[in-house]
């Protein structure tokens, strides 16, 4: 490599899935970027720039692939970039306790021509097993450099920034690369000559790196060899010599290029690892017994999940009620201290009414994030999509599907772009489809607050069960789709599983700040500008009783109140005024106009507006009906919370609260998520996608809501 380089080293951190790339990424550029004991945390690159004695690393943090054979788009992001980008170095990210797997991929790494360093991470659990690595030793058998890391605690960065500094400047580097066997090496000898006889295409693409892969038939090859002015030949030569191959082993021509790489890895491991203990007691083992056993494991996650809404709801209902009387004291000491008008409405019918709402959920935000943090970084989560796999199969969904579908509880964006690790475009399609049926932690504060005021007593139990219908859905709809539009059997589904962890708290709280973070954010921007909104939709054009509206009134409420006094009068009037205010609104006439269409789920106007207004983001639910059920108070009169004003509305009832919760959970996501299906899958599937997930909430919410009626819950 040069010597002096002038701009900031391109650096590649690559490797397997769950090898901790994003860990050593964070170390290395003091980032914070979600990690996870699971793979497939990452599906698109991430970038971070360090300083150093005066020198700038660019260090790129790509998915994870096991091959440079790509199949799912993740594998595509990974392979393309090292291959079209050609960074000056990858820093492959090796996983020391399971070493074999991982040099797999790190001899393709050697063919591709690019400087390689080894990281070998997770050196602590290796040697907690009882093996011990000689990383001089592996370095001198493979001909590149290693270092011994430990990714959370940022051991061995210093010597792994010092091992790229001696590439950079220019440290010899020994071309090696694995030999086939006499055989396969004759084979590519002939290819590799052909493709270098076009001195611009090789320097493009390696000669070796692509004779190998056209022996492995990778499709991805083939399209490259396409540039080159002698492709034909090329072409041929190497389907010649693939049947050669595959006559004189008997085998297939990927198989021999597979074993032969596995026996170089096994001598190559026998030579550097050696067993110091045997741990006769497993502590991971022996959980897994317990959690993996085919008739405890699914009761057993539903447990958990049980418990985690049940300590969220337990632990944030204190702090909760603390900010919902803390707004209300905010909302009533302004509504007495600023003169009546537009701007007193705005402030405490507008922002307070609107944003308060949304804020008081942010402890239960922190809670269960908090919770589901320490299960995925335990190790937990992977034991339950392990656990859940038989079951989405019989549904026709990928077993792989579970990681977006887990995603999808936080937030359904990453979620949609984690089905990039799917293979199948069949199942990638599904999995994103039924996604918005995971509930968001934006669909949590309507759950909560229709369940707190409906349901006190079993409003943790209502919300979980809310989820479980969000899953059965989820899976419905899938088995749906494979029979109809989407017609195949679900692939195969192999997965690893990592070892159990103790999680960082620095981990732990960095994956609660950036959920609840994001939360605020987006209530201090999106959901305060929706409330503005919607504040003056409900109050324009302002509404003054005509004088022969005020005479039809007063005759009114004489006849049916004939002992009320002038006070009364007074109170009854302007709350009449809101109420018709209200109705003549712009928000009013938007009501109206769709109340046909909600009615048959028991929505009234101001329900219907509140379902409309959560398109842009489904917390901004809570802010409308706080600006709609807040319109009409009094100066210095007691602000009633949310949870009381729906409980006091005779329009609300707990069926009706229910079909609410349900329709949230079910009709089409956010338009950030709608932008992400459009991005990932197209405007047709985007349609698709809107038009069953708004028919289904309409039929289901119709269903329930009758059916219930019918029974005499309302």
């Not at 940022?154 to 440290?171: C, F, K, Q, R, T």
């Not at 690369?177 to 004759?186: D, N, S, T």
């Not at 708290?505 to 994001?518: D, T």
């Not at 807040?630 to 919370?641: A, N, T």
Request: glycine share 8%; proline share 5%; hydrophobic share 50%.
């Amino acid at each position: 490599m040069n010597a002096t380089i002038a701009r900031p080293l391109r650096i590649a951190l690559a490797g397997n899935p769950n090898s901790g790339k994003t860990t050593l990424f964070n170390a290395l550029t003091g980032a914070h970027h979600k990690v996870g004991n699971y793979p497939g945390v990452t599906v698109e690159r991430r970038e971070g720039l360090r300083t150093r004695n005066g020198r700038q690393y660019y260090f790129i943090d790509l998915p994870g692939i096991y091959s440079l054979t790509a199949y799912s788009m993740d594998e595509v992001v990974a392979r393309d970039f090292l291959l079209d980008e050609k960074p000056d170095l990858i820093v492959d990210v090796l996983d020391s306790t399971n070493l074999e797997r991982h040099l797999y991929l790190c001899l393709q790494f050697q063919e591709l021509g690019i400087p390689v360093v080894g990281a070998l991470n997770m050196t602590d659990e290796a040697e907690a097993k009882g093996i011990r690595l000689d990383e001089k030793e592996l370095s001198a058998v493979l001909g590149l450099p290693m270092v011994k890391t430990v990714g959370p605690k940022g051991s061995g960065i210093d010597e792994l920034l010092d091992l790229i500094d001696g590439v950079a400047d220019g440290a010899p580097e020994p071309d090696r690369h694995i030999r086939y066997g006499e055989e396969v090496e004759m084979k590519l000898e002939v290819l590799a000559k052909l493709i270098d006889a076009d001195a611009a295409f090789s320097a493009c693409f390696p000669a070796r790196w692509l004779a190998v892969k056209l022996l492995e038939k990778d499709e991805n090859a083939l399209e490259r060899l396409g540039a080159h002015p002698d492709a034909p030949r090329i072409e041929a030569a190497a389907k010649d010599a693939v049947l050669w191959l595959e006559k004189h082993y008997g085998k297939d021509a990927e198989i021999v290029v597979s074993e032969q790489r596995y026996g170089y890895i096994r001598g190559a491991v026998k030579e550097v690892i050696q067993v110091v203990k045997q741990v006769d007691f497993s502590l991971t083992e022996a959980i897994d017994k317990v959690i993996m056993n085919p008739v405890l494991a699914l009761p057993i996650f539903a447990a958990v999940l049980w418990s985690v809404f049940q300590i969220t709801f337990l632990v944030g209902e204190y702090p909760m009620a603390w900010l919902e009387s803390f707004f209300g004291f905010l909302s009533t000491t302004l509504g007495s201290a600023l003169p009546e008008g537009l701007l007193r409405s705005l402030i405490v019918d507008g922002i307070i009414g609107g944003v308060g709402g949304v804020f008081s959920f942010v402890p239960l935000i922190i809670i269960l994030f908090f919770l589901l943090s320490i299960l995925e970084d335990i190790g937990y989560m992977s034991r339950a999509a392990f656990a859940t796999d038989k079951l989405l199969h019989s549904f026709g969904l990928h077993g792989q599907s579970i990681f977006p579908m887990m995603l999808g509880f936080g937030c359904s964006v990453p979620a949609i772009m984690a089905a990039r690790t799917l293979k199948s475009q069949r199942d990638r399609i599904v999995t994103i489809m039924v996604i918005p049926f995971m509930s968001c932690g934006a669909k949590l504060p309507v759950y909560v607050l229709l369940a707190a005021a409906f349901f006190p007593q079993n409003a943790a139990n209502v919300v979980m069960l809310i989820y479980v219908i969000g899953v059965i859905l989820a899976l419905s709809s899938a088995w749906l789709l494979k029979k109809t539009l989407l017609r195949g059997e679900a692939t195969p589904f192999v997965m690893e599983l990592p070892p159990y962890r103790a999680p960082t708290l620095r981990g732990v709280m960095w994956h609660v700040w950036e959920k609840s973070w994001s939360y605020i954010k987006k209530a201090g921007t999106i959901i305060l500008a929706a409330s503005v909104l919607i504040w003056a939709i409900t109050s324009f054009p302002a509404y003054e009783p005509t004088e022969a509206e005020l005479a039809g009134l007063s005759s009114g409420f004489a006849a049916d109140y004939p002992d009320a006094g002038e006070e009364d009068y007074a109170d009854w009037l302007d709350k009449r005024s809101a109420e018709e205010g209200l109705k003549r609104s712009i928000a009013g006439r938007i009501g109206r106009f769709i109340e046909p269409a909600v009615r048959p789920l028991g929505f009234d106007w101001k329900i219907g507006v509140a379902t409309v207004t959560g398109f842009a983001a489904k917390e901004i639910v809570v802010s409308t009906m706080g600006i709609l059920y807040g319109v009409g108070g009094e100066e210095g009169e007691e602000s009633l919370s949310l949870r009381e004003a729906l409980r006091s509305d005779p329009a609300m009832n707990p069926l009706i609260a229910f079909v609410l919760m349900l329709f949230t959970l079910i009709i089409p996501p956010c338009f950030a998520t709608l932008a992400t299906i459009r991005a990932e899958l197209g405007w047709k599937w985007l349609g698709t996608t809107f038009g069953f997930l708004l028919a289904m909430g309409w039929i289901v919410g119709v269903l329930v809501y009758q059916l219930g009626r019918l029974g005499g819950l309302a």
